[in-house]
């Protein structure tokens, strides 16, 4: 049977001021597919995604869309989605003080008599959570959901409107490994009822394991476009970076040397059941030059550990010694004078100020450094951040670009320079590469190894076992309030990660 064509984009070009963000882009999505669209951060796809949700009117671009054969001209979102097209964006939005089957039915409320259907809005609501995996009572307000539970509701309530196109922008980022699973067995459901599914992702894993075909973007280009079963992962990340990355993970040996971090003893409440521990009585210690890994499956505890240890998060107990010398840390205040650092899971939150410029975020924890009198002396705040935005090879026209515009890589790139200006003994890295393309990742990777060289201790926390087993010396895997086991690079596999983790509450728990 002839493959339909149910999208198409053609000659697609969009500029903002002083930069060219598409360039004659084209491509098309066939019915009952499921097409990943890859590239770079920066390479234009979140910018023609916007233009086809109509986020960007008809009038602010070149170019043509087809929807079904008919030629749209889309002036606002409202437009997009009667003509069957539904966006599930990676950052949630939706209406956190508004219920579940509120949320779902927004807009489109059911009615009887011209009045508002609660009934049916709830019992249709119930219907599509349970469609993803969700036995939830629809009137809880989003608020009270955890941040993949809010996904999964914002997926429930594309499916109620019975899209012909569904476009996902790194939909499992809040995912759990399971609710993932069962997000892609969702997508090929749909797409067996004929509906095409655009996947942007920068986990090569999901692009191989569900999608039919892949269109690769470039600094705003449409550079290749293949079918799965005839392309690899090295050719899609060359087209995505110009270059064939030969080795992936530049993990290098560099000497390891005395312990700079030991933690002992330490308990952590739980941030939302009182009276109960999320970690308990664990200690560990991490060397000068070692990159310890720490694995977990999604609650285990992994992040209020480090942010415990930082000052960010309350702790029960517990000691700290840095170079051997027990250390008081209260607050990020004197985590931070005592050399310790954290670049923390969500940069958007806790690690960047969008509103403020490159060379103001660069220098944010160094302000004693480049002040005098409570002034800021522009020279020196010039030079330090100059350093880092050129080590740090940061992508953007100048450094007063504010860190809003700015990729998500490069906005990574700044949060590890502003550390890294610092020159602490201790980095920690909360999910250093969540949500960044591959080639920002192999630099952050790099510039991981060099930091070690310098002899800094890195704490990595990755829910990417890849990652892990690739950077990592040691592996510490945490699970039911416990360290369950730690690693050596040379014999940690997948298999022993997923084992630890997965551990019950009786087992024995290793220290190291």
Not at 2 to 15: A, Q
Not at 283 to 308: C, D, K, P
Not at 419 to 434: F, N, Q
Request: hydrophobic share 40%; net charge negative.
């Amino acid at each position: 049977m002839e493959e339909r064509v149910i999208l198409e984009m053609k000659g697609i070009t969009k500029d903002f001021p002083g930069v060219r963000a598409l360039d004659n882009v084209s491509f098309r999505a066939y019915q009952g597919e499921i097409l990943a669209l890859c590239g770079e951060n920066g390479a234009g796809k979140s910018t023609l995604m916007k233009i086809l949700s109509g986020s960007y009117a008809e009038s602010t671009y070149q170019g043509e869309i087809f929807v079904d054969g008919t030629h749209c001209h889309f002036q606002n979102p409202a437009q997009s989605e009667k003509a069957g097209i539904d966006m599930i964006y990676q950052e949630i939005s939706m209406h956190l003080d508004m219920t579940v089957a509120e949320n779902i039915f927004l807009g489109s409320w059911p009615r009887r008599n011209s009045h508002i259907d609660w009934k049916t809005i709830r019992q249709e609501a119930t219907q599509y959570t349970q469609m993803v995996g969700l036995d939830l009572d629809p009137d809880l307000t989003l608020r009270q959901l955890s941040a993949s539970q809010q996904q999964l509701v914002s997926i429930a309530r594309a499916l109620s409107k019975d899209p012909k196109i569904l476009v996902l922008d790194e939909p499992t980022s809040p995912l759990t490994q399971k609710e993932a699973q069962r997000l892609f067995a969702i997508l090929h459901d749909l797409k067996a009822k004929g509906i095409a599914c655009i996947l942007i992702t920068h986990k090569m894993d999901e692009v191989f394991q569900n999608a039919d075909r892949v269109t690769v973007l470039r600094d705003g280009k449409s550079v290749a476009s293949y079918l799965l079963s005839e392309t690899s992962e090295r050719q899609i990340i060359a087209d995505m970076v110009g270059r064939e990355i030969t080795n992936f993970y530049p993990k290098e040996t560099v000497p390891i040397g005395d312990e700079v971090l030991r933690v002992e003893d330490f308990s952590v409440p739980h941030p939302f059941v009182p009276k109960r521990k999320i970690i308990d009585n664990v200690s560990f210690s991490v060397r000068s030059g070692e990159i310890l890994g720490i694995a977990g499956l999604v609650g285990a505890g992994r992040s209020e550990l480090v942010n415990a240890i930082f000052g960010k998060d309350p702790k029960l107990g517990g000691r700290i010694y840095i170079n051997a010398q027990e250390t008081a840390i209260r607050n990020p205040a004197d985590a931070m004078r005592a050399g310790i650092a954290l670049v923390t899971e969500d940069r958007k939150k806790d690690g960047i100020v969008g509103g403020m410029s490159i060379r103001e975020n660069l220098t944010l924890p160094q302000l004693r450094a480049v002040a005098k009198g409570g002034f800021l002396r522009k020279k020196q705040e010039l030079a330090l951040s100059r350093t880092y935005f050129d080590s740090m090879n940061i992508k953007a026209p100048d450094m007063e670009t504010l860190l809003q515009q700015l990729s998500g890589g490069n906005q990574q790139k700044v949060v590890l320079g502003k550390w890294l200006a610092r020159k602490p003994k201790v980095l920690i890295l909360d999910e250093p590469t969540r949500g960044i393309d591959v080639g920002a990742k192999y630099e952050i990777y790099k510039t991981m190894v060099d930091m070690a060289r310098e002899g800094i201790a890195i704490i990595m926390i990755s829910s990417e076992l890849p990652e892990l087993l690739s950077m990592a010396d040691r592996v510490m895997v945490i699970a039911n309030e416990k360290i369950r086991g730690v690693l050596d690079a040379s014999d940690c596999t997948q298999e022993k990660i997923m084992e630890l983790s997965a551990l019950a509450e009786s087992d024995p728990a290793a220290t190291a």
